[in-house]
Nanobody
Framework: QAQLVESGGGAAQAGGNLTLSCAAS????????MAWFRQAPGKEREVVGT????????TYADAVKGRFTISQDRAKNTVYLEMNSLKVEDRGTYYC??????????????????????WGQGTQVTVSS
């Protein structure tokens, strides 16, 4: 049974840092495009960034570029989202996702929710000013 288990959410002040983890199991991890999404209160869910498990290539949404970093530990089938210089607008529920499509699209705007096979349960991130 496929599973994505997130951890690391919590509260931070604006300008602070948080790192989220997503442990994957039950599917062929190397064949996945792993992604982080987030959903702020009252807003639609949006993709934050992707990483191709096969070649570690990453893409980022413009809103987080230069502040967030996605990485992975293939030995642990775990994906990380390091969030630096947090802003109040970064608050929300963060979801890990897996799309069994091989490599991620070259453009993050080409990555759609409808290709996601598995979702994590979500982890809350709160950023105060």
């Amino acid at each position: 049974q496929a599973q994505l288990v997130e951890s690391g959410g919590g509260a931070a002040q604006a300008g602070g840092n948080l790192t989220l983890s997503c442990a994957a199991s039950g599917f062929f991890y190397i064949g996945a495009c792993m992604a982080w999404f987030r959903q702020a209160p009252g807003k639609e869910r949006e993709v934050v960034g992707t990483i191709s498990a096969q070649n570690q290539r990453t893409t980022y949404a413009d809103a987080v570029k230069g502040r967030f970093t996605i990485s992975q530990d293939r030995a642990k089938n775990t994906v990380y989202l390091e969030m630096n210089s947090l802003k109040v607008e970064d608050r929300g529920t963060y979801y890990c996702a897996a799309a069994l499509v091989g490599r991620c699209p070259a453009m993050i705007t080409d990555f759609r929710e409808n290709v996601v096979h598995y979702w994590g349960q979500g982890t809350q991130v709160t950023v105060s000013s």
